[in-house]
């Protein structure tokens, strides 16, 4: 791909979206030099290994590496020498009191502060708080520098299409001039483009990803309602997404929702509404629905298999499908899944748990409190008293669900993404209990009344308790 002009970049930190975005702007025809402060990991990326799992982004590297347009070097100081445009990703991570840790940027604003090229532009590109540019302006005192926002709105697992296809660039300056700069770096893509003010630019990313965090939670008080009054979630959640106001997008019902942004971008969105004196109560709301979805859970798993005490799951044992916060990916950070298996260790249960990236030849890649890992997803259902999926990997689908009902110690599945096919459980005597949905946990045989999406009534006996 071409580009009308070849703009020198610079890229401060190589995580998720740094490395992404390095790797994609190389892609449309920049020069870019990524820096990263971890020596053994710059020597890695220069060899083209990804220290993540990201479809498409292994080969974006290797194109750029060998095409020469992508480099990595050790230190901030080396990439910006002669760049037009340096781009700050470094981490953003969220303090114990809600509010999102500068740190690292200042530290880097301070670093390079003097040593940026004349004209240039700074933009940051992590998700900061809303006011960063103006604070960063300050910080920098170099009024010949702009300090423009360009927020990301990657998905983990689909960053380098979600990078290359966006539905939207946006990017916020006080300095027009600027901002169309940078704007012109991606003029190449096919994608409206959004140029305002910084504050704008800044509010815009929280407020996308804020909305999708109340529409999920959203969904995710329906999927409830649905089991209480017997309605179906999935076909409540599609015939709603038909509305092309509502759309069908983030209406899957789930475990709650979780990962490195949405968790971290609600709380410091509230934090903002806070500090400009607006009661946010949406937004708190949907966060306390997210807590109450985990709990939710796994009160029904307690109630499915456990006993009437205060800790009714003592002494069970539960095998858990899955652990990163979705499927595509190696994150666990705020996975909805470690928080189930939270809530239920609380309650007593002994968690074993298999997740198709997290092992190595049996060895977890990272260690989860409360949970034993292990490499065979039939050894996280042996003798177990409930089998719980957590993550959609589609590989659980294709299970052997009658050798998993031989492993189980009761033949029990519940299924917090309704991902699985409550027939194919049915077939092997194992009883099917998804989310907004009725239990399928009728035996084999039995006349089916419904489908996947709309499981069928039980015919007989259940063959475990149904929840209260
Ligand atoms: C999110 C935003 O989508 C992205 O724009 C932003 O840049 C970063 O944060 P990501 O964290 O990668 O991306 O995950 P996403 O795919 O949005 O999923 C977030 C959570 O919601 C996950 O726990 C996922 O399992 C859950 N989810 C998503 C559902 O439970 N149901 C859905 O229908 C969609």
Redesign the pocket.
């Known amino acids: 791909m071409s580009t009308v002009h070849r703009h020198h970049i610079a890229v401060i930190g190589t995580g998720y979206?740094g490395l992404t975005a390095g790797a994609c702007l190389a892609s449309l025809g920049h020069r870019v030099v990524c820096a990263d402060m971890d020596p053994d990991k710059v020597e890695r990326l220069t060899r083209g290994e990804i220290p993540i799992l990201e479809e498409s982004l292994p080969e974006l590297v290797r194109e750029g590496l060998d095409s020469g347009l992508l480099t990595f070097v050790l230190g901030a100081e080396k990439a910006i020498c002669d760049a037009e445009t340096v781009f700050v990703c470094v981490g953003t991570p969220m303090s114990p009191d809600g509010d999102l840790d500068m740190t690292a940027v200042d530290a880097v604003a301070d670093e390079i502060r003097d040593l940026l090229p004349h004209g240039c532009a700074l933009v940051t590109k992590s998700?900061v708080p809303v006011g960063t540019a103006a604070r960063l302006t300050r910080r920098l005192d170099r009024p010949d520098v702009a300090v423009v926002s360009n927020?990301?709105?990657?998905?983990?697992?689909?960053?380098v299409h979600?990078f290359l296809h966006p539905d939207r660039v946006v990017v916020g300056a006080d300095d027009r001039e600027a901002a169309e700069r940078v704007a012109a770096l991606y003029a190449t893509l096919d994608a409206p483009m959004v140029i305002t003010d910084a504050a704008s630019a800044e509010l815009i990313?929280y407020a996308?990803?804020c909305f999708?965090?109340v529409?999920?939670s959203y969904?995710?008080v329906i999927a409830e309602l649905c089991e209480r009054v017997g309605a179906d979630v999935g076909q409540v959640a599609t015939a709603m997404g038909k509305d092309h106001r509502i759309g069908g997008?983030?209406?899957?019902?789930?475990?709650?929702?979780?990962?490195?942004?949405?968790p971290k971008?609600t709380r410091a969105m509230l934090r903002t509404a806070e500090t400009a004196d607006v009661d946010f109560q949406l937004l708190r709301a949907a966060i306390d629905v997210n807590i109450h979805q985990r709990e939710r859970i796994a009160d029904k798993i307690a109630r499915l298999c456990g006993t009437d005490s205060a800790t009714p799951l003592d002494g069970v044992r539960i095998g858990v499908l899955g652990l990163t916060?979705?499927?595509g990916?190696d994150?666990m950070r705020?996975?909805?899944a470690v928080a189930l298996a939270g809530a239920l260790a609380r309650l007593g249960a002994e968690l074993v748990a298999y997740d198709p990236v997290l092992t190595v030849g049996g060895t977890p890649a990272a260690p989860v409190p409360d949970v034993t890992v292990v490499d065979d997803p039939y050894e996280a259902g042996k003798g177990a008293a409930c089998l719980v999926l957590c993550?959609?990997w589609p590989e659980f689908r294709d299970l052997d669900w009658n050798l998993m009902a031989k492993a189980l110690d009761r033949p029990l599945v519940v299924d917090t993404?309704n991902h699985l096919d409550p027939e194919a459980l049915r077939a092997a005597g194992i009883a099917w209990h998804g989310v907004g949905v009725r239990p399928v946990t009728g035996l084999a045989g039995d006349p089916v009344t419904g489908t996947a999406d709309s499981p069928v009534t039980e015919q007989r006996p259940a063959a475990v308790p149904q929840p209260g």
């Open positions: 979206v998700t927020p990301e709105f990657l998905r983990e697992g689909t960053s979600d990313k996308a990803n999708l965090a529409k999920l969904v995710n997008a983030f209406l899957r019902p789930g475990p709650g929702w979780g990962g490195s942004c949405l971008d916060f979705k499927a990916t994150d705020d996975s909805p993550t959609e993404r």
